[in-house]
């Protein structure tokens, strides 16, 4: 699985992650350049980039043309044939129907998964609260997956905030470390969760948390690095 932690520290480009609204979606609507994550994120993240995915889908074609030379103004002028092989590699094989999308995981177990995420993202959100210090304001965790449902669930969580300025924030290095370690692990897994949102069609999570409501408990056992007060999921 491949999540990225998304920052304005964790992208060569912190420019393109300005914004006038929040949440924030950035698939398919900014181009952003990870920093770090090595050469499978990178080429993940790509391998969004819908162009690049109609080359690959179109690419029988350019070798059919350098196979047979004498064919190859016909293949060339073939748009028809061309659209229908990019339609089925968009629709067929990188996507699921609708119809098969209510099979993948039950109503039950996708509510549980959304409520799994609710519970992890205040509890997150609350030890994020007390390690800034923050006792006003809103902060937002935004989970946001691919669409692309047969390959690796690509997953981007930030933090964002309409207080003052709209806007993704800055993470210290042990705020990041924080959000990996807890919100997904082997028991909720971003596979999970991608199963869900391809199940309702939905890609984009926000858990809204109101920095007034932190227990002084919960910012103790934050600051300690000790273990968040328990709540039973909504």
Do not use: C
């Given at each position: 699985m491949?999540?990225?932690?998304?920052?304005?520290?964790?992208?060569?480009?912190?420019?393109?992650?300005?914004?006038?609204?929040?949440?924030r979606k950035?698939?398919?609507?900014?181009?952003?350049?990870?920093?770090?994550?090595?050469?499978?994120?990178?080429?993940?993240?790509?391998?969004?980039?819908?162009?690049?995915?109609?080359?690959?889908?179109?690419?029988p074609?350019?070798?059919?043309?350098?196979i047979?030379?004498?064919?190859?103004?016909?293949?060339?002028?073939?748009?028809?044939?061309?659209?229908?092989?990019?339609?089925?590699?968009?629709?067929?094989?990188?996507?699921?129907?609708?119809?098969?999308?209510?099979?993948?995981?039950?109503?039950?177990?996708?509510?549980?998964a959304?409520?799994?995420?609710?519970?992890?993202?205040?509890?997150?959100?609350?030890?994020?609260?007390?390690?800034?210090?923050?006792?006003?304001?809103?902060?937002?965790?935004?989970?946001?997956?691919?669409?692309?449902?047969?390959i690796?669930?690509?997953?981007?969580?930030?933090?964002?905030?309409?207080e003052?300025?709209?806007?993704?924030?800055?993470?210290?290095?042990?705020?990041?470390?924080?959000?990996?370690?807890?919100?997904?692990?082997?028991?909720?897994?971003?596979r999970?969760?991608?199963?869900?949102?391809?199940?309702?069609?939905?890609?984009?999570?926000?858990?809204?948390?109101?920095?007034?409501?932190?227990?002084s408990?919960?910012?103790?056992?934050?600051?300690?690095?000790?273990?968040a007060?328990?709540?039973?999921?909504?």
């Open positions: 491949i999540a990225f932690i998304l920052s304005p520290e964790t992208v060569w480009n912190p420019k393109a992650l300005e914004t006038g609204s929040v949440p950035v698939l398919h609507r900014i181009a952003f350049l990870p920093k770090g994550g090595g050469a499978a994120l990178a080429a993940r993240v790509i391998f969004e980039n819908e162009p690049l995915r109609y080359f690959i889908a179109l690419s074609f350019v070798v059919a043309m350098f047979w030379r004498d064919l190859a103004l016909p293949i060339s002028q073939a748009p028809v044939a061309m659209i229908i092989v990019i339609g089925f590699f968009e629709m067929k094989v990188l996507r699921v129907s609708a119809e098969k999308r209510k099979t993948l995981m039950d109503e039950d177990e996708a509510a549980r959304l409520d799994t995420l609710n519970f992890r993202a205040r509890r997150v959100l609350t030890k994020l609260a007390a390690l800034r210090g923050q006792t006003s304001g809103e902060l937002m965790l935004v989970v946001e997956q691919s669409e692309l449902a047969h690796t669930p690509l997953t981007l969580v930030s933090v964002q905030t309409r003052g300025k709209p806007r993704i924030l800055p993470l210290a290095p042990e705020e990041r470390d924080l959000i990996s370690a807890e919100l997904f692990d082997s028991e909720f897994t971003e999970m969760l991608h199963k869900a949102n391809l199940r309702e069609d939905l890609f984009l999570r926000s858990v809204s948390f109101d920095t007034r409501g932190g227990s408990h919960a910012r103790l056992a934050a600051l300690l690095d000790g273990p007060p328990q709540e039973a999921p909504a």
